[in-house]
């Protein structure tokens, strides 16, 4: 077997047997340190050591005692109990209290006395070895929650990036869009204030104010693939012009379907020309079918377009357009979302425009 060196501690008030195990040990290549009692062994122990040996009869601090108290250092250090040939009940006892081994004297058998220490060295050995597994284990682990961090906070903002790219271009598309048809030029930027200035008045959390003003900004998004030149012509649309526009809304939802991050606001989208009597399109969706988001967005969606100029009908004004929405408040509007837009717009009227730039910038989609 090879040799292994250890630091061992000796304790036993016995100053001859004290001094003869410790000879006996640093002949096989160890290094000792030896002290008369148990409160000294407590003293100088620390965990460099890799063996205690304890006798049992020691004043002032026995051997029970002693390894009790070692017990709560947590060092792990396997204790060997030196034990006269009368006393081996005492030997069994420091074994159930947790005692590596014993050994009895005086030594007269060196070959086992060595057998014991080296299986006490190695049992050391051993715990050394698990404890630094278990924090080497631990440093790994924390690296690696670290690096799984960075990554995904990369990951994080690269999705927000790509986000915000992606809604770039839609807006982009959409302005110019409008940007071709004079009677519509506008429309999504007015109805996204109304959406947030109605969601704001109803105190909405921020979360869903994010949500409502991106599906306000996208909510004609389907009429990007749609021949609109029909709502510049003079005059009412036929069945077959209003069949068309009125697949906006669906075609809209299913642009929005691939990003993946905007699924609530492809439901409002789809949804915005509904009604509370289940009379709108597409789907015929009725009161609580429908969330407080589409609710709001029908609401000021249908507003804008009272107010805003067409080709075959005048605009009405803010006080006729809201007694129109009053009018027809249960049946295509709901009660909620039509009593507080109509508070919401007299308090816009009275504040002005520096409530626009102060509060609904800040749901701008960057």
Request: hydrophobic share 40%.
């Amino acid at each position: 077997m090879e040799d292994i060196q250890a630091k061992i501690l000796v304790a036993d008030d016995d100053i001859m047997v004290r001094s003869t195990v410790s000879k006996i040990l640093e002949m096989f290549g160890h290094s000792v340190i030896s002290v008369g009692d148990g409160s000294e062994a407590i003293e100088v122990v620390d965990d460099s050591y890799d063996v205690i040996l304890l006798d049992i009869d020691m004043p002032n601090m026995d051997g029970f005692d002693t390894i009790a108290a070692l017990n709560t250092f947590d060092y792990d250090i396997p204790v060997l109990f030196l034990t006269g040939a009368g006393s081996m009940d005492y030997a069994v006892k420091a074994i159930n209290l947790g005692a590596y081994d014993f050994l009895t004297k005086p030594i007269e058998d060196l070959d086992l006395f060595n057998v014991k220490i080296r299986r006490a060295i190695e049992k050391r050995m051993f715990i050394r070895r698990e404890r630094n597994y278990k924090l080497q284990l631990e440093k790994d682990v924390q690296t690696k929650t670290v690096e799984l961090k960075k990554k995904n906070e990369l990951l994080l903002s690269y999705s927000n990036s790509l986000e915000n790219a992606t809604i770039q271009l839609m807006s982009s598309l959409q302005n110019a869009m409008e940007e071709k048809d004079f009677y519509t030029a506008g429309h999504t930027m007015r109805v996204t204030e109304y959406a947030v200035l109605l969601g704001l008045a109803m105190k909405l959390p921020e979360d869903e104010l994010v949500i409502l003003r991106r599906a306000a900004q996208f909510h004609d998004i389907g009429k990007l693939v749609i021949d609109l030149s029909c709502i510049q012509k003079p005059g009412k649309l036929t069945d077959e012009e209003w069949a068309l526009i009125r697949k906006h809304p669906s075609i809209g939802a299913n642009i929005i379907q691939p990003l993946g991050f905007m699924n609530k606001e492809q439901f409002i989208i789809r949804h915005h020309h509904e009604r509370m009597d289940g009379k709108g399109y597409p789907d015929g969706l009725k009161g609580e079918e429908l969330d407080t988001l589409t609710k709001i967005l029908i609401v000021v969606d249908s507003y804008d377009a009272m107010t805003s100029r067409r080709n075959y009908r005048r605009n009405l004004s803010m006080e006729e357009a809201v007694q129109e929405l009053k009018d027809c408040s249960g049946t295509q509007f709901d009660p909620l979302c039509v009593d507080a837009f109509a508070e919401a717009l007299e308090d816009f009227t009275a504040i002005g425009d520096a409530f626009s730039r102060e509060y609904l910038e800040k749901f701008t989609v960057e």
